[in-house]
């Protein structure tokens, strides 16, 4: 159906729920971006749900469920929202401070003592874990295969903004503290129900898997990933942190943007008093993880799109990616998400959906392709301190690397990172340095070449004890995958991009900023090689590669 600009936005002033499976180039704006979105980022399906104050006005599957199958989106499939979910936990807590049975201002460890953290740079609210300003680590898991183990402060609470799974992990189990439920039973009564949300559930497991979109992850996870890479049907999960365990259909996701819009009210009540939602999204601290202009409220971001103020945030699971945005000046707000983990979210899908539907008509976001504004930056001969040579080529816009006789190209993937698109370059990116906006550098993995224009130091010591922890290191979990070490220019490297500073015996800090809780650490040294990797206290394991 071919559906024009007015009658579009006539429709999103009518407050009625439209829903479709829909095919690209339609003649609708959205639909059409959606359509070549999916086609440049490789989505195999694509579900969205639009709504204003007065109620849903469309929910709508794009592409495929199941691609073997050719089983389209419906708007009945579940899909995961993971880290939205985050604005759920906030909300049930603001009903329970409320209800009088919580303070947000007292120490975590007051109402839950028993948490595997250590507090020696503050103690940390249950504000500072729902603005992700706590110090903790980005943990995977609340709780350590090593019982004694805990996981510890980067900085004093309050100071840095530092996205932590592991605050609203320990969020579910302060509300099942508070509410006598647990978290799923819990967001159950206090949301799903009074808002309609009769298909959501806050649990991941077999009752979701008949009516949850299949969904899908690299075929190839141990290397990097082209655009265009081959995909692969995920494993089935059991999941029910607080973190990121809800799974919704687009026209419950609809409800609960409806919700937002009106500020906490809905038909039957209130979810939160109109005091609650301004706490709810008050900017607490800058989150430029989200934007260069976000701040992060309680389980959600706070940030500026048009002039207007905007409530977002993404969803990361595995083998789903999400994204919502919330007008809450224009008063419309939109959901999408993806049924495949390829490392982005379907941002530009909501945030170009809002704009339509406040009456704007703005270009289009712009998709990724091969044309690469600045390629020209990048040509030149790179050499290695061994005397190999990579030359990087340009041909209208495109960048290719010529390796012995062959022309590959080159996919960017971010600021001065690249993927080589051929055999034998697959474990890491390509990143290039820059002096003073030069380019004179570039590192592949281990590998490391200048160009004639570099002028710094060429000589670095690589120590035995860190060749000791360079290598392949493998997790049992779906959730963490593997990782690479390698050693470079004397530092260590976690799969050739994420710096790791010692800090202390075998103890590294993963990144750059010097206050970051992140960390690495290195056990059992056998034969010249490290056997064990903890990340954030997750077990990796050496797994010899061929």
């Known amino acids: 159906m071919h559906l024009q600009r007015r009658t579009f936005l006539r429709g999103l002033g009518a407050g009625v729920m439209v829903s479709s499976v829909k095919a690209a180039n339609t003649g609708d704006p959205l639909d059409d971006f959606i359509g070549r979105y999916m086609q440049a980022m490789n989505a195999p399906g694509l579900t969205l749900a639009l709504a204003n104050k007065n109620g849903p006005v469309r929910t709508a599957g794009f592409g495929y469920s199941d ?28 009903q329970l401070r409320e209800e009088g049975k919580v303070i947000f201002e007292k120490p975590i460890l007051d109402y839950l003592p028993w948490l595997p953290i250590e507090t020696n740079y503050g103690a940390i609210s249950i504000h500072h874990l729902l603005t992700h300003s706590s110090g903790l680590p980005d943990a995977l898991s609340l709780f350590l295969s090593d019982p004694q183990a805990r996981h510890a402060q980067g900085f004093k609470p309050g100071e840095h903004f530092h996205y932590c799974n592991l605050g609203f992990s320990a969020l579910g189990y302060l509300i099942q503290k508070l509410d006598g439920r647990t978290w799923p039973e819990a967001a159950k009564a206090r949301i799903f129900a009074p808002l309609g949300m009769t298909s959501t559930r806050a649990i991941i497991n077999d009752r979701t898997k008949g009516v949850r979109a299949r969904s899908y992850v690299p075929f190839y996870g141990e290397n990097t990933y082209p655009r265009g890479g ?40 209130r979810i939160v008093s109109e005091a609650g939602f301004a706490a709810f999204s008050t900017p607490y601290i800058q989150a430029p993880e989200f934007s260069s202009t976000a701040f992060y409220g309680y389980g959600i971001a706070v940030d500026k799109l048009d002039g207007h103020t905007v409530l977002r945030h993404t969803g990361g699971m595995i083998s789903f990616a999400s994204s919502i945005h ?18 982005y979210r379907p941002t530009p899908v909501t945030q170009f959906a809002v704009q339509l539907m406040n009456g704007k008509m703005p270009p289009p976001p712009a998709l990724p392709n091969a044309d690469i504004a600045d390629a020209g930056d990048y040509v030149g001969v790179y050499t290695a301190g061994d005397g190999r040579k990579l030359e990087v080529m340009a041909d209208s816009g495109h960048l290719s690397l010529l390796s012995g006789v062959a022309a590959i190209p080159l996919e960017q993937t971010g600021t001065d990172a690249f993927v080589a698109t051929a055999p034998g370059w697959e474990h890491f990116p390509l990143l290039f340095g820059r002096t003073q906006g ?12 200048t160009n004639a224009r570099y002028q710094g130091t060429r000589s670095f010591p690589e120590p035995a004890e860190l060749q000791a922890l360079t290598g392949f290191y493998q997790s049992e979990s779906a959730w963490s995958g593997s990782v690479r070490i390698v050693l470079r220019n004397g530092s260590l490297w976690a799969d050739g991009a994420t710096a790791l500073q010692p800090i202390g015996n075998g103890l590294f800090r993963v990144g750059d900023d010097a206050w970051g809780p992140d960390t690495a650490e290195f056990h059992y040294v056998v034969e010249g090689k490290a056997q064990l990797l903890k990340l954030n206290g997750s077990d990796y394991w050496r797994v010899a590669m061929d």
């Open 230 to 269: 081959r995909l692969t049907r995920a494993p089935e999960i059991v999941f029910d942190d607080a973190a990121g365990s809800i799974t919704s259909t687009p026209g419950d996701m609809a409800l609960y943007l409806q919700m937002l819009l009106n500020r906490g009210r809905h038909a039957h009540g």
């Open 326 to 343: 919330v007008d809450l000046d224009g008063g419309v707000a939109a959901f999408a998400s993806i049924n495949a983990m390829q490392g």
């Open 67 to 94: 691609v073997e199958l050719r089983t389209p989106v419906s708007p009945e499939l579940l899909f995961e929202i993971g880290s939205i979910t985050k604005s759920f936990v906030a909300l049930t807590l603001l």
């Open 438 to 449: 030069t380019v004179v550098e570039l590192a592949y993995g281990p590998d490391w070449y």
